[in-house]
């Protein structure tokens, strides 16, 4: 049979430092059916130079420049959808993955591809060199296919063993060409197809709900760069925190499967402000997470008592 084709894409802005090494390890995949798409969002670095300098005659890599900066979250769609896979792997302009990222993640998922939303692998941080600098992450499940409700529910009650970014992650197509959020309502308005800030997280919660099952493989097949420039280093937790706390509201608002936990999630915020987690951004109620006329006092003894237990369950796994 014939190997189903799998779209990397690369959206990217001034990475020159990065850009190169990161298509090539694109490229250099094992599987032998890709194609690579680079989106270059109107750099003002030679970036776009480089790219064309070291990839205009490699076959199966198509590169795309916008003539003006359409801001980071329409420059993700806009790769995506070039995307002609049937599988779609994010890959972030200044990450890499390993040789055998692709094939891996075939392998995880062989015989039960029709039920596997996405798959996710290890992910070892390195810094601007290259050089491993912290222990591997989100190493802590069984290799092999797991229940996306397991994922739902620890991703939206804040267990960091599960990724936010789909940066270490392989999805199938559908999921990013129909439930990728340019923004979503918020009771602030605040536009976050410029913030970029869970817009990625609610992409695994909308695989969770539509698919039963996701797979992860063990090995260090994902490689995140820490530097300056990166979002998760340059915003800082609290800001991290909170919009990704409003991206897992927003969720809950819309979603039917997992709408039972929202007001164990409620529970978390409030123990949140009363810790001053948000202060920053001045949250003093849970209504501040939620548009007019949402259900924010729905929390109680019962959701204490499950948020405890869910607390005691996640530290005997770990």
Same mark, same amino acid.
């Given at each position: ?15 020159? +430092?990065?850009?190169? $090494? *990161?298509?090539?390890? =694109? %490229?250099?995949?094992?599987?032998? #059916?890709?194609?690579?798409? &680079? ?103 069984? +290799?092999?296919?797991? $229940? *996306?409700?397991?994922? =739902? %529910?620890?991703?939206?009650?804040? #267990?960091?063993?599960?990724? &936010? ?154």
């Amino acid at each position: 049979m014939k190997k189903k084709l799998v779209s990397i894409v690369i959206p990217t802005y001034n990475r020159s +430092k990065y850009i190169v $090494d *990161t298509v090539n390890s =694109a %490229i250099g995949q094992t599987y032998d #059916n890709i194609e690579v798409i &680079v989106v270059d969002n109107n750099s003002e670095d030679n970036s776009w130079e480089l790219l064309n300098e070291a990839f205009s005659d490699v076959s199966n890599v198509f590169l795309y420049r916008n003539p003006d900066n359409i801001g980071p979250v329409r420059n993700w769609q806009k790769a995506i959808n070039f995307a002609n896979g049937e599988y779609i792997k994010i890959l972030w302009s200044d990450d890499l993955i390993a040789p055998d990222f692709i094939e891996l993640f075939f392998k995880s998922i062989s015989g039960v591809e029709k039920q596997c939303g996405f798959g996710f692998s290890a992910v070892q941080p390195i810094d601007a060199a290259g050089n491993y600098i912290d222990d591997v992450w989100y190493n802590v499940l069984e +290799k092999g296919v797991h $229940d *996306t409700s397991s994922f =739902a %529910i620890n991703s939206i009650l804040g #267990n960091g063993n599960y990724p &936010v970014s789909p940066g270490c992650a392989i999805f199938k197509a559908d999921i990013l060409k129909n439930d990728l959020l340019l923004t979503f309502p918020n009771p602030m308005n605040i536009d976050l197809s410029k913030v970029a800030i869970g817009n990625d997280l609610l992409l695994f919660l909308f695989a969770c709900e539509k698919y039963p099952s996701f797979s992860f493989f063990p090995e260090k097949c994902s490689y995140f760069r820490s530097h300056s420039d990166s979002i998760s280093i340059k915003d800082g937790a609290e800001k991290l925190r909170y919009y990704y706390t409003l991206s897992k509201v927003y969720f809950l608002t819309v979603t039917t499967k997992f709408s039972s936990i929202r007001s164990v999630l409620n529970f978390k915020i409030k123990i949140d402000i009363l810790r001053g987690k948000y202060k920053k951004f001045n949250v003093k109620h849970i209504a501040d997470f939620y548009m007019e006329n949402q259900d924010y006092h729905s929390y109680g003894f019962r959701d204490a008592f499950r948020f405890i237990k869910y607390l005691i369950s996640r530290s005997l796994c770990n």
